[in-house]
T-cell receptor, first 116, second 112 residues
Framework: EAGVTQFPSHSVIEKGQTVTLRCDPI?????LYWYRRVMGKEIKFLLH????????ESGMPNNRFLAERTGGTYSTLKVQPAELEDSGVYFC??????????????FGAGSRLTVL | AQSVAQPEDQVNVAEGNPLTVKCTYS??????LFWYVQYPNRGLQFLLK??????LVKGSYGFEAEFNKSQTSFHLKKPSALVSDSALYFC??????????FGAGTRLFVKA
């Protein structure tokens, strides 16, 4: 089966610009998560979708970040306007709602964002 | 507050020797515990998990981990390290809801 796909793999933008990251989860996975890792630090939770609904967005840093999940399929994470501290690797992960694979996350390769 | 601590930034071990990557956690309730591994330019891959039952759990690539409730630890171990085990290892915990919390990661370097 296809894994979790993220695009772009690397984005370099200037402060004040907008970037949109996309995540295509594994087909049939209702749970979709966004995480961020800043250099050398822990992987921080941003938000969690169940299908198209935001289940938990307590990790979103501020209102410059907007996540959507159209029709419960792919998800986008938009940063507008980007600031220097937004630089990092943004990971998307998906997971099953139940069954043997429940609780286990499947990650994409990440989108590295560099804000200059 | 819930947290996961990986006290070592890097662990160095010679090939063939046993390895241990440490993890402690602080959560309320009964935790679900996980180890993930990240190879260069790849996403995190699931290694093993503890949900309930036997405190010693076995996972992929010969890795195992021991849940110690009194010490709130979940150390990752392997009896004999391989050079190909060199990677970044993340400990994670999940409680109650669906949020999984990760540690900062430990880089394992296995020397031939």
């Amino acid at each position: 089966e296809a894994g979790v796909t993220q695009f772009p793999s690397h984005s370099v933008i200037e402060k004040g610009q907008t970037v949109t990251l996309r995540c295509d989860p594994i087909s049939g996975h209702d749970n979709l998560y966004w995480y961020r890792r800043v250099m050398g630090k822990e992987i921080k939770f941003l938000l969690h979708f169940v299908k198209e609904s935001k289940q938990d967005e307590s990790g979103m840093p501020n209102n410059r970040f907007l996540a959507e999940r159209t029709g419960g399929t792919y998800s986008t994470l938009k940063v507008q306007p980007a600031e220097l501290e937004d630089s990092g690797v943004y990971f998307c992960a998906s997971g099953q709602q139940g069954g043997a694979g429940a609780n286990v996350l499947t990650f994409g390769a990440g989108s590295r964002l560099t804000v200059l | 507050a819930q947290s996961v601590a990986q006290p070592e930034d890097q662990v160095n071990v010679a090939e063939g020797n046993p390895l241990t990557v440490k993890c402690t956690y602080s959560v309320s309730g009964n935790p679900y515990l996980f180890w993930y591994v990240q190879y260069p330019n790849r996403g995190l891959q699931f290694l093993l998990k503890y949900i309930t039952g036997d405190n010693l759990v076995k996972g992929s690539y010969g890795f195992e981990a021991e849940f110690n409730k009194s010490q709130t630890s979940f150390h990752l171990k392997k009896p004999s390290a391989l050079v190909s085990d060199s990677a970044l290892y993340f400990c994670a915990v999940r409680t109650g809801g669906f949020k999984t919390i990760f540690g900062a990661g430990t880089r394992l370097f296995v020397k031939a």
